[in-house]
């Protein structure tokens, strides 16, 4: 069973590639340090805008490969938005990206068949509320889309550089800095779909970690068929680097401890655990192997812990479709079973 923007978009829940759990459900490799997060002091947000320069609806109306995209934004009721005075950063996908995205549904022909708030949603995934050049982008940099997932939290989008090319979760970005008076576009290859917890698995590139424990699973079908789930789940994801005592562990874990232990991570609620609700819990949380998680926010940073074991919480608010990860920096490894 696949996520995607739970009742709103039930044809985009098809749209999405089915992943195997290999790579790490966290974000930024497996070094020790916590993901790069691209905040607003990170971005030009405080720079003067250049009202000389077209806005950046103007730039797509005035360019004929953005024609889909133009009719798309007016068809979401987003021209006015994208008018207003920003800043933006606007990850603009061609014709052609469009036209793969139809050609993706075999009942697609146009933008006519697409569900106006599926559409929305989309669009909106694709518009940062600061003004991002491409000199702030750096690789493994996580920040907030201007698309809300069903409990309100703006969805993450995901950025890498390989061999100098710059990646917009798995679109390519083809034309940077194309300057606006209200922000800034880059021209990218694909139209890009808001991720689940299996997705952001792959575009986070863990694949020494967490994912690798769920690999070494016995029941590895299980946890990618639950992540990809309707949720809300809270995943406290570790890093890769606080999954190398798990499998250097001697004598090793089993396949079902190791099932265990997952499972340990996960919360499902009513609503995703944010991390502002962390200060208001005052009772740990079950877990979905039925192990409880407490919380401790007087700490920086804040701490989770199941039993004797603590990590803090080194990266959190990470949201995506089906609910959000909290990157963590060691394994939560409960009691024996």
Known sequence: MMIGLMEVNMKFTRLL????????????????????VMTESDTDTDTDTDTSLPSILDIATGDDDFSILVDA????????????????????????????LLDSEADWDSLDDIDED??????????VGADIPSSAVTDGAIVSSLSPNEWGHNMSLFASIDSGDVFINTAKVDAPDVFASNGV?????????PPNLVDAAELAGFED??????????DAEGIAGALSGPGPFTVFAPTNAAFEPVFDADPAYTAAEITYVLQSHVVSADEPV??????????????????????????DPPTCTLGE????IVNPDVHVSNGVIHVIDAVLLPPPM
């Not at 970690?209 to 016995?218: F, I, K, R, Y």
Request: aromatic letters at 4%.
């Open 209 to 218: 970690g967490l994912l690798a424990a769920v690999a070494a699973s016995d």
């Open 185 to 193: 576009v880059h021209v990218i290859d694909q139209v890009i779909l």
């Open 309 to 312: 074991n603590s990590a803090g």
């Open 274 to 299: 944010v991390a502002a609700d962390l200060a208001g819990i005052s009772d740990p949380v079950d877990t979905l192997s039925d192990e409880m998680i407490s919380f401790d926010t007087s700490v």
């Open 17 to 36: 590639v089915p992943l195997t759990l290999v790579a790490a459900l966290a974000c930024n490799g497996g070094d020790d340090d916590s993901d790069t």
């Open 118 to 127: 599926l559409l929305k949603a989309v669009l909106l995934y694709h518009v």
């Open 73 to 100: 934004v007016t068809m979401a009721d987003l021209v006015d938005t994208l008018s207003g005075d920003g800043p933006f950063t606007v990850f603009a996908p061609t014709n052609a990206a469009f036209q793969a």
